[in-house]
């Protein structure tokens, strides 16, 4: 059974930087995609970036460079390199991988959240 790991949340400083993990565990052929989302209290969880196996990278406007997606293939791990923080990066972090179990069978799978926060 597929499990998805998060961690490396935590409080910075404004202009600091964190990176986050998401690892895949259990069996499976490989990871297609990851995405990475985040939700602020009281807000709706909005798209941060996206990484596919084609090597393909897409990024939104609020997080374009500032934010990178790394990959380490030999721990099916993925990481958001997340720099020049501020305040309003502040919410609960998501990855969702979307994984490919069959030769015919993908599935998508969240992590657990991690709180991110950005205060002085």
């Known amino acids: 059974q597929v499990q998805v790991v998060q961690s490396g949340g935590g409080l910075v400083q404004p202009g600091g930087s964190l990176r986050l993990s998401c690892t895949a565990t259990g069996t499976f052929f490989d990871i297609v995609a990851v995405n990475w989302y985040r939700q602020a209290p009281g807000n709706q969880r909005e798209f941060l970036a996206a990484?596919?196996?084609?090597?393909?990278?897409h990024y939104d406007d609020s997080v374009k460079g500032r934010f990178a997606i790394s990959r380490d293939n030999a721990k099916n791990t993925f990481y958001l390199e997340m720099n020049r923080l501020t305040p309003d990066d502040t919410a609960v972090y998501y990855c969702?991988?979307?994984?490919?179990?069959?030769?015919?069978?993908?599935?998508?799978?969240w992590g657990q959240g991690t709180q991110v926060t950005v205060s002085s």
């Open positions: 990484f596919t196996r084609a090597g393909g990278q």
């Open positions: 969702k991988l979307n994984i490919q179990e069959g030769a015919r069978r993908r599935t998508d799978y």
